[in-house]
């Protein structure tokens, strides 16, 4: 693996706790090299309950978002189509119509919030990608800072 997939890894996980923080859930910890794969991670987000639809599904893409923000692809498709099935669980039993624009409106508000975060993304993403693991006063720590 290269230093690249890692990086795009920690990309995607730090948009999903990027805007999670922002739209008021506690995080926890993150990790990216799970199993010494640098394309596999994972990041601790309390329960969405009490997110709107739109909210939600922001969450759920904020990982590709985050990838689109800062033109990189991080090279493990199974983990946007985990987020996808995440959205596709939401939408179901939407008609056909309000499913699709949910769905944009859902993207559009992940990359509105991350693109005005890009500081943050690129401050989590960097202290990942370099410890391979980030524990819940790291991750704290890091979005508070200004």
């Known amino acids: 693996m290269s230093s ?18 922002t739209l008021g859930l506690p995080v926890g910890a993150m990790e990216v090299g799970i ?14 309950g009490s997110l709107s ?3 939600h599904i922001a969450l759920c893409a904020a990982g590709v978002e985050a990838e689109r923000v800062f ?8 983990s ?5 099935s ?8 939407m008609p056909i119509e309000k499913a699709e624009e949910m769905l944009f409106s859902g993207h559009d508000r992940a ?10 993304i690129e401050l989590v993403a960097e202290h990942l ?12 720590a890091l979005l508070a800072r200004p």
């Not at 394309?39 to 601790?44: A, I, L, P």
């Not at 990608?129 to 704290?140: I, K, P, Q």
């Open 4 to 21: 690249e997939e890692r990086r795009n890894t920690a990309i995607h996980e730090a948009g999903h706790v990027v805007v999670a923080w």
């Open 35 to 48: 199993g010494g794969d640098d394309t596999v991670g994972k990041s601790e987000i309390a329960d969405t």
């Open 53 to 55: 639809t739109i909210d």
């Open 71 to 78: 033109g990189c692809s991080a090279p493990r498709d199974h």
């Open 80 to 84: 946007a189509w985990s987020d996808y």
């Open 86 to 93: 995440r959205i596709e669980m939401i939408l179901d039993n």
């Open 111 to 120: 990359f509105e919030i991350l693109n005005q975060r890009r500081f943050l």
């Open 129 to 140: 990608a370099r410890n391979g693991r980030l524990e819940e006063s790291d991750v704290r």
